[in-house]
């Protein structure tokens, strides 16, 4: 046992000698063992909170302050300042621990009183609620905030800790970096060595789970350069690789979607000028990121393979294979094992090594179902089979085959009636149509023309080394014909002007004959100069020439819609017609 301190071991004349100094500072003191045996109180002591404490000496102390709790001092071998309000709350007591070579060999208590109990609860309520907040600031980090003292011991983490580790709070609190690693909660420390050379380090750990994390501790340093605390801030690695890879992705996105809505993206070769393709766009953007199955529809020739392409260049399996099957293109007897594929040997003729069918190529990726219609009710049934359990059975094979896949069917037929004609299932429709989109034809969307012609032919000019261009009156017409092939059609009669017209200028003259035949009216010469009688004649009913007076009274209504709109987009939309209709009439009439 190390040697007590006298005063504890008899009622000597110390405790005079103690008494005069106490007394003359005014302070109350009282003295207790390592046992929690009260040995000493004051005078002033017994003063100031009634208590004949003296009568109490060599006494246990919780037998008379049931209150007061010395334990966390006595039982630990570190110096530690207690405080403690009494129930009335009109004084509090300070207790330090007394130590005898680093043991602790009795608890002084420091009566204080009055005015200065009271700044002192303000000040454990100002202190407590900085605490609380500061808590709460720690805990609304996604990223971990550890924070040890200048030994390295864990004092404190927010509650990000054990996400981003998998390890339970309770586990680190209190140890150094050495016992952690030690029971190999993880593999190596920086703590230590950031104590060692005060500066700030940065380090990939593994926890226990095996889970990567990217570990930063900075020193906290005090006036005279010695470390007071460590920082340390964790951040899930997998976590940021997968935060990157999404930024990077919808940047993308949306560099994609504004160039299309621009009408400059030259890949995917999508013209969005009108409202209903815009609204196609952005619904393709909103869609791509699900691996919902899609059902496009629209007339032949609308682009219904070029928004599956975009859809899949736009999703996360953009580096997976895009697969297309034009279901209409393979012979019935062939479907099931250019599909599924086959084992070897499964029929007469086959591969001797068998054949991985498209289901398994498009695996990671995308399938897109041209022309779904096409299939009989005996294959809708075993694709219906495939595309819900997203797994395919070779022909020849016993077990199923999984699958990774994304679901993209397409028709230009009308489905719903097929469906009540029993020509198409019922069900596979509803596992197909999760996210229906409808593309307009051409002749909804005739704004849009003057750019599809540039594009294409830019394209061909490209390719067949021209330099081929369109006259306005050609364009007009183009404009004005409906497409009943749609952008298919344009693309083939551009693609025909620009090989056999002799100029590089593709004029009215050029153009096939039934889209120059559909055209006479506009040929015609037309007088303007009897409009009002014309007019009179009509209200006479004397009609004489009927595609004069028509023409009149169009010439009228546009120059009354820009005289009041006095722009071609405000006279267009009083007209109730396109922009581009405005501008083409216009011209028609400047001419003649």
Same mark, same amino acid.
């Given at each position: 046992?190390?040697?007590?301190?006298?005063?504890?071991?008899?009622?000597?004349?110390?405790y005079k000698y103690i008494d005069d100094i106490f007394s003359s500072l005014s302070m109350g003191v009282l003295l207790i063992d390592e046992g929690g045996i009260i040995r000493y109180a004051n005078n002033i002591w017994n003063v100031k909170?009634?208590?004949?404490?003296?009568?109490?000496?060599?006494?246990?102390?919780?037998?008379?302050? =049931?209150?007061?709790?010395?334990?966390?001092?006595?039982?630990?071998?570190? /110096?530690?300042?207690?405080?403690?309000?009494?129930?009335?709350?009109?004084?509090?007591?300070?207790?330090?621990?007394?130590?005898?070579?680093?043991?602790?060999?009795?608890? %002084?208590?420091?009566?204080?009183?009055?005015?200065?109990?009271?700044?002192?609860?303000?000040?454990?309520?100002?202190?407590?609620?900085?605490?609380?907040?500061?808590?709460?600031?720690?805990?609304?980090?996604?990223?971990?905030?550890?924070?040890?003292?200048?030994?390295?011991?864990?004092?404190?983490?927010?509650?990000?800790?054990?996400?981003?580790?998998?390890?339970?709070?309770?586990?680190?609190?209190?140890?150094?970096?050495?016992?952690?690693?030690?029971?190999?909660?993880?593999?190596?420390?920086?703590?230590?060595?950031?104590?060692?050379?005060?500066?700030?380090?940065?380090?990939?750990?593994?926890?226990?789970?095996?889970? /990567?994390?990217?570990?930063?501790?900075?020193?906290?340093?005090?006036?005279?350069?010695?470390?007071?605390?460590?920082?340390?801030?964790?951040?899930?690695?997998?976590?940021?690789?997968?935060?990157?890879?999404?930024?990077?992705?919808?940047?993308?996105?949306?560099?994609?979607?504004?160039?299309?809505?621009?009408?400059?993206?030259?890949?995917?070769?999508?013209?969005?000028?009108?409202?209903?393709?815009?609204?196609?766009?952005?619904?393709?953007?909103?869609?791509?990121?699900?691996?919902?199955?899609?059902?496009?529809?629209?007339?032949?020739?609308?682009? /219904?393979?070029?928004?599956?392409?975009?859809?899949?260049?736009?999703?996360?399996?953009?580096?997976? =294979?895009?697969?297309?099957?034009?279901?209409?293109?393979?012979?019935?007897?062939?479907?099931?094992?250019?599909?599924?594929?086959?084992?070897?040997?499964?029929?007469?003729?086959?591969?001797?090594?068998?054949?991985?069918?498209?289901?398994?190529?498009?695996?990671?990726?995308?399938?897109?179902?041209?022309?779904?219609?096409?299939?009989?009710?005996?294959?809708?049934?075993?694709?219906?089979?495939?595309?819900?359990?997203?797994?395919?059975?070779?022909?020849?094979?016993?077990?199923?085959?999984?699958?990774?896949?994304?679901?993209?069917?397409?028709?230009?037929?009308?489905?719903?009636?097929?469906?009540?004609?029993?020509?198409?299932?019922?069900?596979?429709?509803?596992?197909?149509?999760?996210?229906?989109?409808?593309? =307009?034809?051409?002749?909804?969307?005739?704004?849009?023309?003057?750019?599809?012609?540039?594009?294409?032919?830019?394209?061909?000019?490209?390719?067949?080394?021209?330099?081929?261009?369109?006259?306005?009156?050609?364009?007009?017409?183009?404009?004005?014909?409906?497409? =009943?092939?749609?952008?298919?059609?344009?693309?083939? %009669?551009?693609?025909?002007?620009?090989?056999?017209?002799?100029?590089?200028?593709?004029?009215?003259?050029?153009?096939?004959?039934?889209?120059?035949?559909?055209?006479?009216?506009?040929?015609?010469?037309?007088?303007?100069?009897?409009?009002?009688?014309?007019?009179?004649?009509?209200?006479?009913?004397?009609?004489?020439n009927i595609p004069d007076v028509l023409c009149w009274i169009e010439h009228k209504l546009l120059e009354i819609a820009l005289d009041k709109g006095k722009t071609t987009r405000k006279a267009a939309k009083i007209l109730g017609v396109n922009?581009?209709?405005?501008?083409?009439?216009?011209?028609?009439y400047r001419e003649k």
């Amino acid at each position: 046992m190390p040697h007590k301190i006298d005063m504890f071991n008899c009622r000597s004349n110390n405790y005079k000698y103690i008494d005069d100094i106490f007394s003359s500072l005014s302070m109350g003191v009282l003295l207790i063992d390592e046992g929690g045996i009260i040995r000493y109180a004051n005078n002033i002591w017994n003063v100031k909170t009634g208590l004949d404490v003296l009568s109490c000496v060599n006494k246990k102390y919780d037998d008379i302050f =049931p209150w007061l709790e010395f334990k966390d001092i006595l039982n630990k071998n570190n /110096k530690i300042q207690y405080y403690k309000l009494n129930k009335e709350g009109n004084y509090f007591i300070e207790c330090r621990a007394l130590l005898n070579n680093k043991l602790v060999t009795g608890v %002084i208590c420091i009566l204080h009183y009055q005015e200065r109990c009271k700044s002192f609860c303000s000040l454990i309520e100002e202190y407590k609620h900085l605490d609380e907040e500061m808590n709460s600031i720690l805990d609304s980090s996604y990223d971990c905030i550890w924070v040890s003292n200048e030994e390295g011991v864990t004092i404190r983490v927010n509650s990000a800790y054990e996400r981003i580790t998998g390890i339970k709070v309770k586990e680190v609190i209190g140890r150094k970096p050495k016992e952690m690693i030690k029971d190999g909660l993880y593999t190596s420390t920086v703590i230590d060595p950031v104590i060692e050379k005060k500066e700030r380090m940065t380090i990939v750990n593994t926890t226990a789970s095996g889970k /990567k994390i990217l570990v930063t501790a900075t020193p906290i340093l005090d006036e005279n350069g010695n470390i007071r605390r460590v920082v340390t801030n964790i951040r899930d690695v997998s976590e940021l690789t997968s935060l990157q890879k999404e930024i990077e992705m919808l940047t993308k996105k949306h560099e994609i979607e504004l160039s299309i809505l621009k009408g400059q993206d030259q890949d995917c070769k999508i013209v969005a000028h009108s409202k209903g393709m815009q609204e196609i766009i952005e619904l393709v953007c909103r869609v791509s990121c699900v691996d919902s199955s899609i059902f496009i529809t629209g007339e032949s020739g609308v682009g /219904k393979e070029v928004i599956a392409r975009l859809i899949h260049r736009l999703s996360n399996r953009q580096e997976g =294979p895009f697969i297309v099957i034009n279901c209409g293109a393979i012979p019935e007897s062939l479907i099931e094992s250019e599909l599924f594929g086959y084992e070897k040997g499964s029929f007469t003729g086959s591969s001797y090594s068998g054949k991985l069918g498209l289901f398994e190529i498009a695996n990671r990726g995308t399938l897109f179902l041209d022309e779904i219609a096409e299939l009989n009710m005996n294959m809708q049934v075993k694709l219906l089979r495939a595309i819900q359990e997203r797994s395919v059975m070779r022909v020849g094979g016993t077990k199923p085959i999984k699958l990774d896949i994304r679901i993209i069917a397409a028709t230009n037929k009308k489905v719903e009636e097929m469906i009540k004609q029993e020509k198409f299932r019922e069900d596979l429709y509803y596992r197909i149509n999760v996210i229906p989109i409808n593309i =307009p034809p051409l002749r909804t969307r005739k704004e849009e023309i003057p750019l599809l012609v540039k594009n294409i032919l830019g394209e061909y000019n490209e390719k067949y080394k021209t330099n081929k261009s369109v006259t306005v009156k050609a364009l007009d017409r183009l404009i004005e014909y409906d497409w =009943p092939g749609n952008i298919r059609e344009l693309s083939n %009669i551009i693609e025909r002007l620009a090989i056999l017209t002799n100029s590089d200028e593709i004029t009215y003259e050029d153009l096939p004959s039934y889209l120059r035949n559909n055209n006479n009216n506009n040929e015609k010469e037309i007088n303007y100069s009897n409009g009002e009688k014309l007019i009179e004649n009509i209200i006479n009913n004397n009609i004489s020439n009927i595609p004069d007076v028509l023409c009149w009274i169009e010439h009228k209504l546009l120059e009354i819609a820009l005289d009041k709109g006095k722009t071609t987009r405000k006279a267009a939309k009083i007209l109730g017609v396109n922009q581009s209709t405005v501008v083409r009439k216009m011209r028609k009439y400047r001419e003649k």
